[in-house]
Each structure stands twice: as structure tokens, then as C-alpha cells.
């Protein structure tokens, strides 16, 4: 709530200072929105199970969150990565949901590669995997 009221607040903010005429699709824009709360709650179930079960995991997890800044092309568009980077962007759901952020904010972007199902899909996935292994180990959920 606190995230879409920030940018609720940034854009209103910057689109008045500036006398911009946006034309925002609010709708692409929530649904954005939505699609990224799937795959974070599913990330974040996921992840209480492996935080507490394996010690060993946050460092791994601190080493590979790192890099996706780059790789999930929110400093850059998509289209102008180089080619090996976008043979590997298209396995990163992180980039379909920036797409459909600058397809609701820009006009002239389109959100070509943004496959809703596959992310809400995984985020579903990853939700289910880490409830069922928080289901099999209790003792995990109330280890501090």
C-alpha cells in the first residue's frame, strides 16, 4: 500500500510540476500491480520455508537477488539489451512485469513478451510449494 501510494504521489507530483499530458492506462498499470503481488507473496512463502529450514540458503539468496536489477531490464528497455542477455530475460518474470508497468505508463510502449498466466502461474506455484512445505514442517513457522 505504502509502494502505490509513493507512486501514486511521485507521478501526480512530476506530472503537474512538469504540465505533462500523460496518457496512462491505469488499468495495464493495476494489473501490473496485481500480477507483481502474486509473484512476490509466492516468492516470500517460498522463501519463510527456506530462510528458517535452511541457514545455509540466505547467502545464496543474498548473491543471487544482486544481479537481477540488471537482468530484469529495469534500467533499460528490453528490446535494446544485447542478444544474450535477452535470450536469458525471457526466463526472468521480473521483466514481464516491467513491461506491463511501461505499457500502463507510456503509450508508445507496448508489452509484447508479458504473459500474464506464466507469472501469476509461478507465483502461484511458489505460494503452494512453500505452504505445502511449511504444512509438512510446523516446526519451521515457529522456529523464532
Not at 54 to 68: C, G, K
Request: hydrophobic share 55%; proline share 5%; aromatic share 10%.
Amino acid at each position: 500500500m505504502t509502494q502505490i501510494m509513493a507512486v501514486a504521489i511521485i507521478c501526480t507530483g512530476t506530472i503537474l510540476q512538469h504540465d505533462l499530458r500523460a496518457n496512462l492506462d491505469f488499468s495495464m498499470i493495476d494489473l501490473g500491480y496485481l500480477v507483481s503481488g502474486a509473484l512476490t507473496v509466492g516468492i516470500g512463502m517460498l522463501n519463510w520455508y527456506l530462510f528458517e529450514a535452511l541457514y545455509s540458503y540466505i547467502p545464496v539468496w543474498s548473491i543471487l537477488i544482486r544481479p537481477m536489477l540488471i537482468l530484469s531490464c529495469i534500467l533499460y528497455l528490453y528490446d535494446n539489451a544485447p542478444l544474450p542477455l535477452r535470450d536469458v530475460g525471457r526466463l526472468n518474470p521480473v521483466i514481464l512485469l516491467v513491461d506491463l508497468l511501461r505499457a500502463g505508463s507510456y503509450a508508445t510502449c507496448k508489452a509484447p513478451y508479458a504473459s500474464i498466466a506464466n507469472v501469476m502461474g509461478l507465483g502461484c506455484i511458489l505460494f503452494a510449494l512453500g505452504l505445502a512445505m511449511l504444512n509438512l514442517h510446523p516446526w519451521v513457522a515457529v522456529n523464532r
